[in-house]
C-alpha cells in the first residue's frame, strides 16, 4: 500500500478556502485516492474519493495531477465546524472484493479560526 | 438506520483478563473491519471480514480474535489483555452497494484502558 505525506498541521480562518495536498509518489496503477475527516472522539467520516483530474461533491473537490503522485483535498469557505483532522489514503478497490484496506497516517490537524 | 453502532464505549481490564467488543451494523453490508487508534496517529486495521464467514488479518492482528457469523455482527475478542491493547477501537462497514462505493462507515468507537 502507497505511503502518503501530508503536512502535520494548518491554520485558516473561516470562510477562506483550504487546500490540503498529500503526496503518494508511490501510487500504484489500481489506487484509488480517498480522503477521511476525524472529530475528536468520533470515528472516521468520508469526504470524498478520486482517481484521477477533479472530483467535487457537495463538500469538497479533490484535484489529482495527470502523474497522480500528489493530490489536493479543497474545501470551500471554511467553518469552525470544520477543524478536525483529514487523512488522505491510497489503496485499492479489493483485489477481486470489494473490501479496500486503508491505511491511515498521522494526518492533517486543521484548526479554523474565527 | 442506525448505521455501525459498538459496545460498550468505554471499559477498564486488567492484564489477562479476556473481553469481547461488539459490533453491529444495519445497513447489509458486506464488509466490515476493526482499527485501533493510538493517541495522536492514524488507525491501524487489525481484522476484517469481506463476509459471513470469511475473516482476514490486517496491518496488527496479534491478541486478537474475530469471527463473523451474522452479516450485521463483527465482534472483536481480547484474548488476554496487555496494557499495550490500551487504545481506542473503531469498527466499521462498506460496501460496494452504496452511492459511493467502497465509502466505509465508522462506528462511534469503544476506549479501552488495559491497567
Known amino acids: ?114 | 438506520n442506525a448505521g455501525v453502532t459498538q459496545t460498550p464505549k468505554f471499559q477498564v481490564l486488567k492484564t489477562g483478563q479476556s473481553m469481547t467488543l461488539q459490533c453491529a451494523q444495519d445497513m447489509n453490508h458486506e464488509y466490515m473491519s476493526w482499527y485501533r487508534q493510538d493517541p495522536g496517529m492514524g488507525l491501524r486495521l487489525i481484522h476484517y471480514s469481506v463476509g459471513a464467514g470469511i475473516t482476514d488479518q490486517g496491518e496488527v492482528p496479534n491478541g486478537y480474535n474475530v469471527s463473523r457469523s451474522t452479516t450485521e455482527d463483527f465482534p472483536l475478542r481480547l484474548l488476554s489483555a496487555a496494557p499495550s491493547q490500551t487504545s481506542v477501537y473503531f469498527c466499521a462497514s462498506s460496501s460496494t452497494g452504496t452511492p459511493t462505493d467502497y465509502e466505509q462507515y465508522f462506528g462511534p468507537g469503544t476506549r479501552l484502558t488495559v491497567t
Not at chain 1, 470544520?82 to 472484493?97: E, K, P, S
Open chain 1, 1 to 114: 500500500l502507497a505511503k502518503t505525506t501530508q503536512p502535520i498541521s494548518m491554520d485558516s480562518y473561516e470562510g477562506q478556502e483550504v487546500n490540503i495536498t498529500c503526496s503518494h509518489n508511490n501510487i500504484a496503477t489500481n489506487d484509488y485516492i480517498t480522503w477521511y475527516q476525524q472529530f475528536p472522539s468520533q470515528g472516521p467520516r468520508f469526504i470524498i474519493q478520486g482517481y484521477k483530474t477533479k472530483v467535487t461533491n457537495e463538500v469538497a473537490s479533490l484535484f489529482i495531477p495527470a502523474d497522480r503522485k500528489s493530490s489536493t483535498l479543497s474545501l470551500p469557505r471554511v467553518s469552525l465546524s470544520d477543524t478536525a483532522v483529514y487523512y488522505c489514503l491510497v489503496g485499492g478497490r479489493g483485489f477481486g472484493t470489494g473490501f479496500q484496506k486503508l491505511v491511515f497516517g498521522t494526518g492533517t490537524r486543521l484548526l479554523v479560526s474565527p
